[in-house]
């Protein structure tokens, strides 16, 4: 009889969670876009008011051809749903709290509205009418059904990884069998050599980029940033009110340590080897090892502070597959440093904190020279990164004065909080002594004020396209004093603030921005949804993963930057025409092609599964009550906010999004390293299995 009951019991708990995965993937599916007034006179020719409505959401669910796909979806989805939704063991308290509904929630929302913005440009496809809702409640009910189910199992997964790095002695989580061949070579990659060997890999598994995209890809501001060292005219230079052009053109629309790197190895290979394209390829080679460098260090440090192995690995294999990676490490741009630079100063964070723990011997002088480097390299590397910088070392200040106050370690918390503090120091006295005197004393103009205006010029833009007849004279004049009127409702672009931007007047005076603002006010309290929409349509594809992002930096594009109308008069870059490296280029063009276009794949090309990691990780710390997690979190939100405050969408670029794409895989390992007094491993951690990650603390020595 209790077999019987059982069994019933098991056939009601599978249909169940049937009908549930099949009510997920069917309103997942629910497509936001107009139906066609043909396709409902089609079902009932003479429909009207709620008839239409429920046929409008009836020609909305997926069609006939689609209707494999949904059924097999919600198959899939079966065992998920019912883990997440039916059952009552064990781990059901963990399936509980806030997180698990507002994270999911959060995400529904930025599909539903992220679909009508990709589709419409505008929330009409959400808010514009009755059907138009009910299209809109059911495809959030199903993205928040599935969402929650995503995030459920994310965190079970990280809390196993955590209980097994807690139980495993030795931190480094559990060793393949030594008697495996495999086991044998991992043990002697990541264990034995966590630095040198990993970055062998990395550099061997990355040499087709290097060679196929020789001599680097460039982009628009590689060519503007060699314009400018070398004196020629360029579009960052043009439109400011220079200090002395007599003197020089740099400004520092482009941070002027990454332009004079830039410039210097141009300059090096034309005057050594007569090429400029031997210059770019000197820079490429440099930045190429630099980034391996930072990623190869991070892995280290993760060794160093007792991460499971398996965590290691899987945030290596990551950076090693994806081509965003390695597609970047020979793209030459600014961001690239930059990102090595935060994976090495967030690293050496991670470490401080970390030296508490044993008083502070496990940070030493080699430590503190890379957390200074780093931290300047971040503010040198990057306009507006000192709040970065300070958005890192806050948080590790905080937690060296939380474990002095607790009085655990308290030489090693005292330590840490005046490395912490003198750097943050030393790294404002730079950046104020070179803004505020050798900067201006060596001519180099400041940028403009515009590039941190973008929100609010957008939303002008936006308004004077849908009000143009409705504005007075006055407001026009306002207006006019900081932007041309006559034309930003023709250059605005939802996607990006560019062309709205360049209409900006240099010589308008504090009073005109001023009176520009007070129309702004007034203008957003006469149609907010028109200010809510313009920024919405510029940054929404940051959380939306509907579909591909275009790839932009491609070799392709790289050679019509080299062909500009603007570079081609000075200098011939060109890439090589070899048969190997044209077949390189082929190779990594395809790989990254293939990544791009898959349907699981490409996320990882996409801005918005970083974001979203960096909010899963967000509400995992907190539901954890991992402290320690905010020496990388906070650095990534600063990435965040002063990303969203940019001119593009992601749709149009992803490097905006590149360094959270960094530090990612690096997060998440960090977040499975196991939990120790006062937040970080100690020392007696570490692998007790092997040598030792060079500058990290013996066993059993704190």
């Known amino acids: 009889m209790e077999r019987q009951l059982a069994s019933k019991r098991d056939t009601r708990r599978t249909l169940c969670a049937c009908l549930l995965g099949l ?3 069917l309103l997942v599916s629910v497509d936001l876009a107009p139906v066609p007034t043909k396709a409902v006179e089609a079902l009932w020719p003479h429909a009207t008011g709620a008839v239409y409505i429920a046929l409008e959401v009836l020609c909305s669910l997926p069609g006939r051809e689609d209707s494999l796909l949904v059924v097999a979806f919600g198959l899939l989805l079966a065992r998920p749903a019912a883990t997440v939704y039916l059952d009552r063991d064990a781990d059901r308290p963990r399936m509980r709290g806030a997180s698990t509904w ?9 599909m539903v509205f992220g679909r009508s913005f990709d589709v419409a440009g505008s929330a009409e496809l959400v808010c514009g009418g009755i059907s138009e809702g009910i299209k809109a409640a059911l495809s959030f009910i199903g993205w928040l059904l599935l969402a929650r189910i995503g995030i459920v199992h994310l965190f079970r997964l990280l809390d196993r990884a955590r209980a097994a790095a807690d139980a495993e002695p030795t931190g480094c989580g559990t060793r393949p069998s030594s008697a495996s061949r495999a086991g044998r070579a991992a043990a002697f990659v990541f264990d034995s050599h966590p630095f040198a060997l990993p970055a062998a890999l990395l550099a061997l598994a990355w040499l087709p980029c290097l060679i196929g995209y020789a001599p680097g890809l460039f982009m628009w501001d590689t060519g503007t940033q060699i314009l400018q060292w070398f004196g020629y005219p360029n579009n960052a230079s043009s439109y400011l009110n220079l200090i002395d052009p007599g003197t020089t053109i740099l400004t520092q629309h482009h941070p002027p340590l990454t332009t004079a790197l830039i410039g210097l190895c141009v300059q090096l290979g034309m005057a050594l080897w007569g090429s400029e394209n031997a210059g770019a390829f000197l820079f490429n080679c440099l930045q190429f090892t630099a980034v391996i460098c930072s990623y190869a260090h991070a892995h280290a440090a993760l060794a160093r502070i007792g991460c499971p192995r398996a965590a290691r690995m899987a945030a290596f294999a990551f950076v090693l597959v994806v081509p965003v990676y390695s597609n970047y490490a020979v793209l030459i741009t600014k961001d690239v440093l930059f990102a090595a630079a935060l994976l090495l100063f967030v690293t050496q964070l991670v470490l401080l904190v970390r030296a508490q723990c044993t008083e502070g011997a496990a940070f030493g002088g080699r430590d503190i020279a890379l957390l200074a480097a780093s931290a300047l390299g971040i503010t040198l590397t990057r306009n507006g990164a000192l709040a970065i910088a300070a958005a890192g070392i806050v948080p590790a200040a905080i937690a060296c004065l939380h474990g002095r ?5 308290c030489a090693g918390a005292r330590r840490g909080l005046r490395i912490a503090l003198g750097t943050l120091g030393a790294v404002v006295a730079v950046n104020v002594a070179l803004t505020g005197i050798v900067y201006p004393a060596l001519g180099i103009t400041p940028g403009s004020r515009r590039e941190v205006l973008s929100i609010p010029f957008q939303q002008t833009a ?8 409705e504005l007075s004279q006055e407001e026009r004049d306002a207006i006019g004093a900081v932007l041309d009127i006559d034309a930003i409702g023709d250059a605005y672009n939802p996607n990006k603030s560019d062309a709205v931007k360049n209409t900006f007047n240099e010589d308008a005076t504090a009073e005109d921005l ?13 149609d907010p949804v028109c200010y809510l929409e313009a920024t919405a349509a510029n940054y929404y594809a940051y959380f939306y993963a509907g579909h591909a992002s275009g790839w932009s930096y491609t070799s392709d594009f790289s050679r019509e930057v080299m ?5 081609t008069p000075y200098f011939s870059f060109s890439a090589p025409d070899h048969p190997v490296v044209r077949a390189l280029d082929g190779l990594c063009t395809l790989w990254r092609t293939a990544f791009q276009k898959l349907p699981l794949t490409t996320l990882t090309m996409q801005a918005a599964l970083y974001c979203w990691s960096l909010i899963a990780l967000t ?12 020496v990388v979190l906070a650095p990534m939100w600063a990435v965040l906010l002063i990303t969203l405050i940019g001119p593009c969408n992601a749709a149009t670029y992803f490097r905006y999004a590149y360094p959270l794409a960094v530090l990612a895989p690096f997060a998440f390992a960090y977040a499975v390293s196991g939990a120790c007094a006062p937040g970080m491993a100690p020392t007696d951690r570490l692998c007790t299995q092997g040598p030792q990650v060079p500058g990290a603390t013996a066993p059993g020595s704190a």
Do not use: D, K
């Open 102 to 110: 507002v994270v999911p929630a959060l995400f529904a929302l930025a």
């Open 619 to 630: 509400a995992y710390a907190a539901r954890t009550r991992q402290g320690r997690m905010a």
């Open 462 to 469: 936006r308004y004077a396209r849908e009000h143009e007849g």
């Open 514 to 526: 001023a009176a520009y603002f007070r129309v702004w006010a007034s203008e957003f309290a006469r």
């Open 23 to 25: 009510l997920c993937a």
């Open 405 to 409: 106050r607790r009085g655990e370690s």
């Open 563 to 567: 062909n500009w109308e603007m570079l």
